[in-house]
Nanobody, 121 residues
Framework: QVQLVESGGGLVQAGGSLRLSCAAS????????MGWFRQAPGKEREFVSA????????YYADSVKGRFTISRDNAKNTVYLQMNSLKPEDTAVYYC??????????????WGQGTQVTVSS
């Protein structure tokens, strides 16, 4: 079992930065691919970014490429999402996700409760 708890969301002006954290419990964390998804009001949940279990491979949605950076620290059981040059359209609830196989395809097995990110114009 993996339990995920996000933090770091908040209100920021356009052009600003935030860093989200996802703390995971469970001894298998270091072997799981991890990812971030987001859901804006009235929209479907969408993929944002993912990272392999080793951190050696990362993936980004086109909408955040060059602005967001995903990383992980397996010693701290934590995944991060550094968000720079934020835009109002980045406003959403951000969810951390994990899966034994992949978070890029299909629906990940484990989800956090979400953290709100609001970007004002």
């Amino acid at each position: 079992q993996v339990q995920l708890v996000e933090s770091g969301g908040g209100l920021v002006q356009a052009g600003g930065s935030l860093r989200l954290s996802c703390a995971a419990s469970g001894r298998t964390f270091s072997s799981y691919p991890m990812g971030w998804f987001r859901q804006a009001p009235g929209k479907e949940r969408e993929f944002v970014s993912a990272i392999s279990w080793s951190g050696g491979s990362t993936y980004y949605a086109d909408s955040v490429k060059g602005r967001f950076t995903i990383s992980r620290d397996n010693a701290k059981n934590t995944v991060y999402l550094q968000m720079n040059s934020l835009k109002p359209e980045d406003t959403a609830v951000y969810y951390c996700a994990a899966d034994p196989v992949t978070v890029v395809a299909g629906t990940p097995s484990y989800w956090g409760q979400g953290t709100q990110v609001t970007v004002s114009s």
